[in-house]
């Protein structure tokens, strides 16, 4: 058999098996060739929120590809990207007054990390450090990279990367530690900005801290002058529970970061949200002052269109009310999983549930990691441990039904890890 000409993502060839072709999607299901349907129990990489296809959102796609493609966005301007700012920004934590459009998660973050030198460059006031917290997760861009934790996944791209000061994690009973740090960093009055995952880390491990500690974070920015950076990239559009997981917190961040869920997961566009300030910062007649960045695609009409349906879909159909029920499910199914040892650590944050697997060698490269996923991959359930973190993150369209398989399936995965590890 000839080898595939395609390069995936995240994957190592030589010991990944041949790849299932997926053929159709359809709410909460992937079909490969063979007609199998396979439960994406992580919306495929987080970006699928009501359902794959939902039909408002495909609608407005069909629609929207009739009378638009691509428009440049300097000079000219058109209605789905102008009805769209309004639209986030009137569900987005208030203080957001502009959107700059962008297409991925890591170039959302980047356009913020450039918002916030910016900011400080136009003021007259430089400030040159990033404060992020252990284990965060922003992106693969260099930028982002150099934000996100270090390990095996960028060793050897370290040469291109800048550096940033660390936050620990704030584990249970260590919360003070994170905010002394954070103190102790914005003392030099050096710190640009915080940027910072809301309430769950995600590509970290799905490690979640209380709402609280975000709150008292922000304060310690405002006292200092430093922005909040909220990365809501996999957090926004439900996940935590909230629409944005700022929200429990009751905190405005000065830039928010939006892709993911965007468009109810249909396709790539992204937005980065400030506060007026940072805009009026680089309002000026003098041309230095501009905002240098663009991407060929940016604020893509029909993408547009896409994330305006979604919008409609939040306003027109009882999301909410789902995604409180979907809370629920995962709440009662997890309670048997609490006080069992072959777990640890048993966490959820809104429609986000995840456990620890208890095996002897952890971190993201434990052969906990494949052993699993070959394992629900054998039973059509798409879920991808990270390391042995097993974590689900659905469409909100999921039935009580299929999780049920799901809970099962790990029940029984975990068997097959502790009688040490063969399928
Ligand atoms: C996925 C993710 C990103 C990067 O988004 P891409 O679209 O993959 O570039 C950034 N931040 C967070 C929190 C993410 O989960």
């Known amino acids: 058999m000839t080898r595939s000409a395609v390069w995936h993502p995240f994957t190592q060839h030589a010991l990944e098996p041949t790849m299932k072709r997926i053929v159709r999607t359809d709410g909460a299901y992937l079909f490969d060739e063979q007609g199998h349907a396979i439960l994406d129990a992580i919306s495929s990489w987080w970006v699928i929120t009501h359902g794959h296809r939902h039909p408002l959102i495909t609608d407005a796609i069909c629609k929207a590809s009739e009378i638009y493609d691509q428009i440049i966005f300097a000079e000219y301007t058109h209605e ?39 900011f400080f ?39 291109m990367l800048f550096d940033v000061d660390r936050l620990p994690f704030p584990a249970p009973g260590r919360e003070q530690d994170t905010l002394d740090a954070f ?29 609280s500690l975000l709150a008292e974070l922000r304060a310690i920015a405002t006292k200092h002058g430093s922005l909040m950076i909220a990365d809501e990239v996999m957090t926004g559009w439900g996940r935590t529970g909230t629409l944005f997981a700022c929200e429990q917190a009751n905190i405005a961040p000065d830039i928010l970061c939006t892709s993911k869920g965007l468009t109810g997961g249909s396709l790539p566009l992204a937005a980065t949200l400030c506060s007026a300030e940072i805009f009026d910062a680089h309002l000026s007649t003098d041309r230095s002052r501009t905002f240098f960045h663009s ?3 940016t604020a893509n009409p029909i993408a547009c269109a896409a994330a305006l349906a979604n919008l409609d879909v939040w306003k027109t159909e009882p999301v909410a009310t789902r995604i409180q029920s979907l809370v629920a499910m995962h709440g009662a199914r997890l309670e048997r999983f609490k006080a069992d040892a072959r777990f640890g650590n048993v966490r959820q944050a809104g429609t986000i549930v995840a456990l620890d697997v208890n095996v002897p060698a952890t971190g993201y ?55 040490g590890g063969d399928l």
């Not at 136009?122 to 252990?134: K, L």
């Not at 960093?185 to 801290?209: H, K, R, S």
């Open 183 to 211: 103190e102790a960093f914005c003392q030099g009055g050096q710190v640009a900005a915080l940027l910072i995952e809301p309430l769950v880390l995600g590509a970290g491990g799905m490690l979640m801290y209380p709402a």
């Open 80 to 118: 789905p990207a102008e009805e769209l700012a309004t639209s986030l920004i009137a569900v987005a934590p208030a203080s957001l007054g502009h959107v700059f459009y962008s297409d991925s998660g890591s170039t959302c973050v980047e356009v913020a990390l450039k918002m916030a030198f910016g």
């Open 121 to 159: 460059h136009n003021r007259g006031t430089p400030r040159f450090r990033i404060v992020v917290m252990e284990y965060g997760y922003h992106g693969d861009t260099i930028g982002t990279m150099s934000a996100g934790e270090r390990g095996v996944f960028n060793m050897a791209y370290e040469p």
């Open 365 to 419: 490269l434990s052969n906990a990691g494949p052993k699993l996923r070959a394992f629900f991959k054998e039973r059509n359930l798409l879920i991808r441990p990270l390391g042995n973190v097993i974590y689900l993150m659905t469409p909100y369209c999921v039935m009580a039904n299929d999780l049920d398989r799901i809970y099962d399936a790990i029940d029984k995965a975990a068997d097959m890890i502790a009688q």
């Open 295 to 297: 991407s060929s695609y």
